[in-house]
């Protein structure tokens, strides 16, 4: 069965300082590994897609990392607007549904001005 | 309008009421989905649609009822549901079969659901 764990649940971040989320995962056959950003009351929005270990992509203070077992998204001299729920999700390359995303229980930002 | 769009945004039931959810989407996707997200839980699969065919069925209570008239509109009929069922509902799409190896999804703001 494929799982998602994301740490930490929670994290306080002062407006500037620059930290990591983590995402562990065990699949059977990585399709896809996909980080969003939920903000409440919202649905989640997309973010970025890695496919293989060691590929990286970076969206404004955002840079996202894939090994074999985990991914970082790496956050660089956070803004209070960063402060959402960042969700971590794998796509399975094989059984029988090509679409199923599982997720992880997501990470509470929290940047203070 | 962009993107995929849900209504009704609020929805408050009681346990008798039969109500739908509306999920639109203008990506030409070929391929839709429910999820219900509760609090403290991951996002969990309901439903999955690809070409107007229902392709996944997550187990869920027959109290739900899904239906694809076309590659562009969702619905999730509600009939005696449960507390146990609120939560937000979210509809998502993708490429489908047509999107080859990227299958990224792309989600509504939801619908949240209370039953009283």
């Not at chain 1, 649940?9 to 950003?37: D, H, I, K, M, P």
């Not at chain 1, 090994?67 to 607007?81: D, G, M, R």
């Not at chain 2, 649609?49 to 996944?56: A, D, G």
């Not at chain 2, 187990?59 to 549901?81: G, Y």
Request: proline share 6%; glycine share 8%; charged share 20%.
């Amino acid at each position: 069965e494929d799982q998602v764990t994301q740490s930490p649940e929670a994290l306080r971040l002062q407006e500037g300082e620059s930290s990591s989320l983590n995402c562990s995962y065990t699949v059977s056959g990585l399709r896809g590994l996909f980080w969003y950003r939920q903000d409440p009351g919202k649905g989640p929005e997309f973010l970025f897609t890695l496919y293989s270990a060691g590929e990286e992509k970076e969206k404004e203070r955002l840079k996202a990392t894939l090994t074999k077992k985990e991914s970082f998204l790496h956050i660089t001299a956070p803004k209070p607007e960063d402060s959402a729920t960042y969700l971590c999700a794998v796509q399975a390359r094989s059984g029988g549904s090509n679409y199923k995303l599982t997720f992880g229980k997501g990470t509470l930002l929290t940047v203070n001005p | 309008e962009t993107g995929v769009t849900q209504t009704p945004r609020h929805l408050v039931m009681g346990m008798t009421n039969k109500k739908s959810l509306k999920c639109e989407q203008h990506l030409g996707h070929n391929a839709m989905y429910w999820y219900k997200q509760s609090a403290k839980k991951p996002l969990e699969l309901m439903f999955v649609y690809s070409l107007e065919e229902r392709v996944e069925n997550n187990s869920v209570p027959s109290r739900f009822s899904p239906e694809c008239p076309n590659s562009s509109h969702l619905f999730l009929h509600l009939h005696t549901l449960q507390p146990e069922d609120s939560a937000l509902y979210l509809c998502a799409s993708s490429q489908g079969p047509s999107g080859g190896y990227q299958e990224t999804q792309y989600f509504g703001p939801g619908t949240r659901l209370l039953v009283l």
